[in-house]
């Protein structure tokens, strides 16, 4: 378990994280440093932040209870969002930051009418708290084990760093700090791997050592997965990751070029990254580990495949750096969906509706407070979730993605594919996906469905192992299909509506140059870099401590590992600077706008 050096480096984490939101709260003068720090991020930047945001310590509990149980089939899952990714890269994201906007919600407002934007505002907030909850549960049945804590601690102490961080640094703390988290994250996973591919005598012998089936790359012979699930997976991560509602990835990038570099910078960690992760949880069904024995009381046991090899191979030190790693995997998903959610209400409702002539001033307060607000709802609803002892994460996860976010993310990814729809076109596809997902989830258990022999017991029982496919599926067809209906056949939307559609399109249609934006990356790029140099320095006084020569070789691969990215961020920015400078001498010391 951990030892003192352990929660040494813990403390230190939470200290550094804590203080992100102090150390960049001058750098929110208006609403768009707040919520998309200026539109001048470094796509590597966002890019990190993209990847940080997409996933969460799930990863490592529900998903590596199925790497357990199913084996290669987790990867598929990652694959899949690289997939999203690479969408992106190829079409969406540079139109997404074309919109020229501060915040998702405008462009909602822009493309689809006030209504839908209230409906968004309304619906997609209590969703996006639901999900970032899962990931803090997730997050807690992690760490409980591991520290020996109980969950609702864990839940609760977690949730009050995130909301430091998002409420007092805004966009600017969110963003480096999942870049720094997923500095964290990229050598510890490493070293993990590698000590858990010894203590199975290396790749070979853990594959021999596996059950049949388990290389299978859509686990057919597991219940509620298969080619059927494998559609119903790349339907997810291709409209999730692609539409109005995931454009505040982008916003916050200098022009078009450096949002496709964004999203591509993501699609390749996805890509390489997954098959990292996942190397443990094979190692301990290859073990045979007695999860259920090791840690008792966990609703799932397979879900701590990876805390029972941290716990077994990590040294001194380093497995206070797994936890801070995913720690930092949960924190970085939640603090990118509290800023952006804030920006969604505080532009969607508090200036249009309540205060229309606010100050960017207030908006920024306002954005605070509604942040810590949206935190402590997060931390309560995980704490719920704890009382579920029947339920698995990945279950939740899964299950909440197909019932209540597709039936909104299928006509926000369409939309940007014709400007003739009627606004009512978005919010009647969300209806109509509610409906199916309520009639796939009560009907087959109602008395009136048996009686009606509509389907047999062995068809329900089917239904009832392959919910997430059915409806994931059921979901995004029968709202295209809708929302393309209404399209065609439906009445073009109003005169003044089709003039706010029309300038939105040709905003969409104009690529962004970097000269259009204002405000220099530099003074960014030299606090990231800084803040990379403190954190290896750290590692590394905690390196020459005494512990064992596996301890002392892991933490100073992880401090030269975040050094030389430090040092690397530093020279290159400097470099540009100067070039920068030798052509404009007044860019670095212009204002921060947004275009």
């Known amino acids: 378990m951990l030892t003192l050096l352990d929660y040494g480096v813990i403390a230190f984490y939470f200290i550094f994280m804590s203080s992100l939101g102090w150390y960049f709260r001058r750098g929110n003068s208006d609403s768009s440093d707040y919520f998309r720090a200026g539109g001048i991020m470094p796509w590597w930047l966002a890019g990190a932040s993209a990847f940080m945001g997409a996933f969460s310590a799930w990863t490592f509990t529900g998903a590596a209870g199925i790497a357990y149980e199913g084996g290669f089939v987790a990867i598929i899952i990652y694959w899949a969002n690289s997939v999203g990714f690479a969408v992106a890269a190829l079409w969406f994201a540079a139109r997404f930051r074309q919109t020229r906007s501060i915040s998702v919600i405008e462009v909602i407002r822009q493309r689809l009418g006030a209504t839908n934007e209230q409906i968004v505002v309304w619906l997609g907030i209590p969703l996006a708290l639901a999900r970032a909850a899962i990931w803090l549960y997730g997050l807690a049945i992690f760490i409980s084990p591991v520290f020996g804590l109980e969950v609702r601690t864990v839940i609760i102490v977690c949730g009050i760093v995130v909301v430091l961080v998002?409420?007092?640094?805004?966009?600017?703390?969110?963003?480096?700090?999942?870049?720094?988290?997923?500095?964290?994250?990229?050598?510890?996973?490493?070293?993990?791997?590698?000590?858990?591919?010894?203590?199975?005598?290396?790749?070979?012998?853990?594959?021999?050592?596996?059950?049949?089936?388990?290389?299978?790359?859509?686990?057919?012979?597991?219940?509620?997965?298969?080619?059927?699930?494998?559609?119903?997976?790349?339907?997810?991560?291709?409209?999730?990751?692609?539409?109005?509602?995931?454009?505040?990835?982008?916003?916050?990038?200098?022009?078009?070029?450096?949002?496709?570099?964004?999203?591509?910078?993501?699609?390749?960690?996805?890509?390489?990254?997954?098959?990292?992760?996942?190397?443990?949880?094979?190692?301990?069904?290859?073990?045979?580990?007695?999860?259920?024995?090791?840690?008792?009381?966990?609703?799932?046991?397979?879900?701590?495949?990876?805390?029972?090899?941290?716990?077994?191979?990590?040294?001194?030190?380093?497995?206070?750096?797994?936890?801070?790693?995913?720690?930092?995997?949960?924190?970085?998903?939640?603090?990118?969906?509290?800023?952006?959610?804030?920006?969604?209400?505080?532009?969607?409702?508090?200036?249009?509706?309540?205060?229309?002539?606010?100050?960017?001033?207030?908006?920024?307060?306002?954005?605070?407070?509604?942040?810590?607000?949206?935190?402590?709802?997060?931390?309560?609803?995980?704490?719920?979730?704890?009382?579920?002892?029947?339920?698995?994460?990945?279950?939740?996860?899964?299950?909440?993605?197909?019932?209540?976010?597709?039936?909104?993310?299928?006509?926000?990814?369409?939309?940007?594919?014709?400007?003739?729809?009627?606004?009512?076109?978005?919010?009647?596809?969300?209806?109509?996906?509610?409906?199916?997902?309520?009639?796939?989830?009560?009907?087959?258990?109602?008395?009136?469905?048996?009686?009606?022999?509509?389907?047999?017991?062995?068809?329900?029982?089917?239904?009832?192992?392959?919910?997430?496919?059915?409806?994931?599926?059921?979901?995004?067809?029968?709202?295209?299909?809708?929302?393309?209906?209404?399209?065609?056949?439906?009445?073009?939307?109003?005169?003044?509506?089709?003039?706010?559609?029309?300038?939105?399109?040709?905003?969409?249609?104009?690529?962004?140059?970097?000269?259009?934006?204002a405000g220099a990356i530099g003074p960014l790029a030299r606090s990231i870099a800084r803040l990379c140099l403190v954190y290896g320095g750290f590692i590394t006084v905690v390196a020459i401590l005494p512990n064992s020569l596996r301890g002392h070789l892991g933490l100073f691969f992880c401090a030269a590992f975040m050094g030389v990215v430090g040092f690397v961020i530093h020279r290159l920015h400097r470099a540009s600077t100067v070039r920068l400078a030798s052509v404009n001498p007044t860019s670095e010391t212009s204002p921060s706008s947004s275009p």
Request: glycine share 8%; proline share 5%.
């Open 166 to 517: 998002s409420a007092l640094g805004g966009a600017h703390a969110v963003v480096a700090g999942d870049f720094m988290q997923a500095l964290l994250l990229i050598p510890i996973t490493i070293i993990m791997a590698v000590l858990a591919l010894e203590r199975t005598n290396g790749v070979s012998a853990l594959i021999e050592k596996l059950p049949p089936g388990h290389l299978d790359l859509i686990a057919s012979n597991l219940p509620g997965f298969g080619l059927f699930w494998l559609v119903a997976l790349l339907f997810e991560k291709i409209l999730f990751g692609n539409n109005v509602s995931s454009a505040g990835r982008y916003l916050c990038v200098r022009d078009s070029r450096e949002a496709r570099r964004a999203a591509s910078f993501a699609a390749v960690l996805f890509l390489v990254g997954s098959v990292l992760w996942f190397i443990p949880a094979f190692a301990a069904r290859a073990l045979n580990l007695d999860l259920g024995a090791l840690f008792p009381g966990i609703a799932k046991p397979s879900e701590t495949a990876y805390a029972a090899m941290a716990v077994l191979t990590l040294p001194s030190g380093l497995l206070g750096l797994l936890v801070t790693g995913l720690i930092a995997t949960t924190l970085s998903s939640m603090d990118s969906g509290l800023n952006a959610n804030a920006g969604t209400f505080v532009r969607g409702v508090y200036r249009p509706l309540l205060r229309p002539k606010a100050s960017e001033k207030e908006l920024v307060r306002a954005g605070q407070l509604t942040t810590a607000a949206l935190g402590a709802a997060i931390v309560l609803l995980a704490l719920e979730y704890s009382s579920w002892r029947n339920v698995g994460v990945f279950s939740l996860m899964f299950n909440l993605s197909a019932m209540l976010l597709a039936p909104g993310a299928v006509p926000l990814f369409w939309c940007l594919f014709t400007r003739r729809s009627p606004d009512w076109a978005v919010w009647s596809s969300q209806l109509l996906g509610f409906a199916n997902s309520a009639a796939i989830l009560w009907l087959p258990g109602t008395a009136w469905f048996a009686s009606a022999h509509i389907l047999s017991p062995d068809q329900v029982a089917w239904l009832h192992t392959n919910e997430y496919s059915v409806t994931m599926v059921s979901n995004t067809l029968l709202c295209s299909a809708w929302f393309w209906i209404v399209t065609c056949f439906g009445p073009s939307p109003r005169p003044a509506r089709q003039d706010e559609i029309n300038a939105l399109f040709a905003a969409i249609d104009r690529p962004i140059q970097a000269n259009e934006t």
